[in-house]
Every structure is written in C-alpha cells, then in structure tokens.
C-alpha cells in the first residue's frame, strides 16, 4: 500500500487535474446544462467506470503494449472521434425542449435514460487513448517497489483517482444542471445550448482525431 502521504499529495494533484479545463469535465459540464444534473452525474459514473478499466489495464501492463502500438492508438482515437461527431450532430439537430414539457423521469425532458448517459460517459472515457497513455505515465510516480506489490499500488491510485474525480466531477454536474434548468425555461435558450454542445463536440472530435501519441 502506498504511504499516507503519498495518498494525500495524490489526492490533491488529481482533484486539481480534474479541475483542470479537459475533454471530460467539458462534457459533464454541457451533458449537465443540456439535460439536467441527474443526467450529468451519470455520465460521472460512466466516466469513472472507464477509469477503472484504465487504472486495470495499467495495472496488468496492458497499458503499455497499447502505448507501443501505434495501430491500436490510431484505431481507438478514430473511434472516440465518431463517436464524439455523433453526439455533435445529435446535439445540432436536438429540437428546444423547454421545463414545462413532459419529461422522461430523469428530469430531463424527452433525453435518454440514466443508463445510457453512463454508457456515453464510459465510451468517451474509453475510446480516448490519451486518456490511458496518460495514467500508464501519470500512477507509476507515486507507486514505490519498496512498499509491496507495483501491481496493488497501482489500483489503489486508480481508485483514489476515481474518488477525486467524482468529487470535482459531481460538482460541476450539480452546478451546471442547477444553471440549465433556468435555461430550460426558454426554448430560444435551449436551442442556443444544443448548438453550442454540437459545436464544442465536434471540436472535441477534431481534436482527438488528430491528437498525437
């Protein structure tokens, strides 16, 4: 197990890493005002999930096999790069929706369910490479051979990581649902969002398309 104070100091660089303006916290941000803070808090989960993946894929040294291949890097990229001009083009072509229309249960007026907002949350997680390469580069500084098991250490940071993105994530989630409601209330409003969500995914999309090892 790593020290104590190797937990602390990792705990606070995660939290301001996830502070830190990203992919990520920019798409809980807009799935939160476009949808609600339910909404939102799913896709947290979702984003954690796919840390978990991540922080076992490290773990096993899955990680590095893939960083060594480009093939593999290029292939996932594309992938989380459709999947991100998917949504842009959904979120584009969404028709205003304002708070006073009926709702589908989650608070977030005819939107899809809970569990597939986890599911867009793992998938972005997932199908972003530099996502993986980062924590294969990002939990191996506070693991020490001296303390026991690399492999146990590794885990135990990937779950300390998860916590602390949960905290700032869930927070910007709640923030920015309590603002999108108000914005619910105009239709003209909610047409603006959904428009600037396309145009922020679709920025996304170019920038993972043509991101670099």
Not at 56 to 66: H, I
Request: positive net charge; hydrophobic residues 55%.
């Amino acid at each position: 197990m790593p020290a104590f104070e190797t937990l602390l100091t990792f705990f606070g660089v995660s939290v301001l890493l996830g502070l830190t303006p990203g992919p990520d916290n920019l798409f809980v941000l807009l799935q939160s005002a476009q949808r609600g803070w339910r909404a939102g808090m799913a896709v947290v989960v979702g984003l954690c999930a796919g840390l978990v993946v991540h922080t076992a894929a490290v773990a096993l040294g899955l990680a590095a096999v893939f960083a060594a291949s480009a093939m593999a890097f290029t292939v996932l990229k594309y992938c989380g790069a459709a999947y991100l001009a998917y949504l842009a083009w959904q979120a584009l072509r969404a028709p205003a929706a304002t708070a006073q229309e009926p709702v589908n249960g989650q608070g977030n007026p005819g939107g899809p369910s809970l569990g597939r907002m986890v599911g867009r949350g793992m998938v972005m997680n997932l199908t972003n490479p530099k996502v993986l390469v980062f924590f294969l580069a990002f939990l191996p500084q506070f693991a020490d051979p001296a303390r026991g098991s690399v492999a146990l250490q590794l885990m135990v940071l990937g779950v300390v990581f998860m916590l602390a993105t949960l905290l700032v994530f869930g927070a910007i989630a709640c923030f920015s649902g309590g603002f999108g409601a108000l914005l619910q209330r105009s239709a003209r409003a909610q047409t603006v969002l959904n428009r600037v969500a396309g145009l922020v995914f679709l920025g996304l999309a170019l920038r993972l398309a043509t991101a670099e090892r």
